[in-house]
Every structure is written in structure tokens, then in C-alpha cells.
T-cell receptor, first 117, second 113 residues
Framework: AQKVTQAQTEISVVEKEDVTLDCVYE???????LFWYKQPPSGELVFLIR??????QNEISGRYSWNFQKSTSSFNFTITASQVVDSAVYFC??????????????FGPGTRLSVLP | NAGVMQNPRHLVRRRGQEARLRCSPM?????VYWYRQLPEEGLKFMVY????????ESGMPKERFSAEFPKEGPSILRIQQVVRGDSAAYFC???????????FGPGTRLLVL
């Protein structure tokens, strides 16, 4: 069965600090996809990144970077030089490649990030 | 290209009434997913539909809940005889193909009084 754990329930940092959000997943599939979504106070879900299980390259997009490590089943997300606008709940999600049913996501419980000015 | 549209954004119902939530997927997307988010919790999968077909409803309660995605028009999530425990945010997502990224709508916040 698939499972996503985000052990950090809430994190507070001061603006300009770096912060890493942890994500650990469980799956028996060899083919799967990992995602990060951001949910700002307004409530919508904003897609950030998708990574497939065969691509372990780390990714950087501006102040955001992601570290995918299959050996530890982790897909951590780092925000460099955090800003107040980064304050949101961040969800990590896992999707197994199910040939019959397409995909459904399993979401982690989320990490609430507060960036203080 | 408009994103996933959901309406209404907020819905208030009294216990026993029916709630109808609508979702229009992104243009070109034929796969629709519904999720429920209880307060202070993550999202839980409910149902996955393609046009006119329910593919996977394993996350949807067997009683009172139903979903459809007709050939024409939006996908509908219907909750009959709502109870206070149905109060939650309901998100719809769509994708163009199986196993592609799902893009989410803004959600419908249902409050049952």
C-alpha cells in the first residue's frame, strides 16, 4: 500500500532563512510519481513539481529545489531565502502507475510553513 | 487556457439537504478526480472518472455520495441527505492522460449546518 509521511506538522522560519520540508514515502511499485503542491491561505492547490521514479536527478527552480533519494524513499523540498509569500501548507503526494485504473494520489498530511518578516 | 473550474466556491446546506458540486476540467483533459479535505487534514481521494465512466470509486462512501462525468457538461459530485460530517473542502482535479500531472481547481467549501 502506498503511504506518504510528512513528519513536520508546522515550521516557522524568519524571512531569508532556508527551510527544508521532509517527505518520506512507501510503495511496492517500481514505477511511481512524486509531487509537491502548495496550498496558500487562499485555499487553492498549486502544482509545484512532478518526478518519476526513474529520474533521481535533483531539480532546482529559482529558490526551490528538490532532493529525490530512492535509497531512503525521500523526496525533500528546500526553499532558499524564504519569503513571507512562501507561507502555506505544502503537500507531498505519491501516485503509483496502475495500468488499469490510471492514478489516484495519496497525499501526505501536509506541513504548514510560516515565514515571519 | 483556463484552469480547472469549480462551482460554487462556497455552499451552505442544512442537514438532510442535497449538495451538488460541479467541476469543469481544463480544456483537453478527459480525466477527472475528486478529493475531500477535512479541516486541518490532507486530501483524500474519492473517485476517478473519465467521460461517462467511473473508473475508480474506492475512496467514495457507498451511501449518499455519487459522481458522474457526462458526455456534455461538467462533472458532478452529489451528496444526498448531508450531515455535519460532510463539511469539508472538495477539490476536483483533471489530467489530459492517465498518469499525467493532476491540476486542481480552487475547491468547494461545503458547510453543513
Amino acid at each position: 500500500a502506498q503511504k506518504v509521511t510528512q513528519a513536520q506538522t508546522e515550521i516557522s522560519v524568519v524571512e531569508k532563512e532556508d527551510v527544508t520540508l521532509d517527505c518520506v514515502y512507501e510503495t511496492r511499485d517500481t514505477t511511481y510519481y512524486l509531487f509537491w503542491y502548495k496550498q496558500p491561505p487562499s485555499g487553492e492547490l498549486v502544482f509545484l513539481i512532478r518526478r518519476n521514479s526513474f529520474d533521481e536527478q535533483n531539480e532546482i527552480s529559482g529558490r526551490y529545489s528538490w532532493n529525490f533519494q530512492k535509497s531512503t524513499s525521500s523526496f525533500n523540498f528546500t526553499i532558499t531565502a524564504s519569503q513571507v509569500v512562501d507561507s502555506a501548507v505544502y503537500f507531498c503526494a505519491l501516485s503509483e502507475a496502475q495500468s488499469n485504473y490510471g492514478q489516484n494520489f495519496v497525499f501526505g498530511p501536509g506541513t504548514r510553513l510560516s515565514v515571519l518578516p | 487556457n483556463a484552469g480547472v473550474m469549480q462551482n460554487p466556491r462556497h455552499l451552505v446546506r442544512r442537514r438532510g439537504q442535497e449538495a451538488r458540486l460541479r467541476c469543469s476540467p481544463m480544456k483537453g483533459h478527459s480525466h477527472v478526480y475528486w478529493y475531500r479535505q477535512l479541516p486541518e487534514e490532507g486530501l483524500k481521494f474519492m473517485v476517478y472518472l473519465q467521460k461517462e465512466n467511473i473508473i475508480d470509486e474506492s475512496g467514495m462512501p457507498k451511501e449518499r455520495f455519487s459522481a458522474e462525468f457526462p458526455k456534455e457538461g461538467p462533472s458532478i459530485l452529489r451528496i444526498q441527505q448531508v450531515v455535519r460530517g460532510d463539511s469539508a473542502a472538495y477539490f476536483c482535479a483533471s489530467s489530459p492522460l492517465i498518469q499525467e500531472t493532476q491540476y486542481f481547481g480552487p475547491g468547494t467549501r461545503l458547510l453543513v449546518l
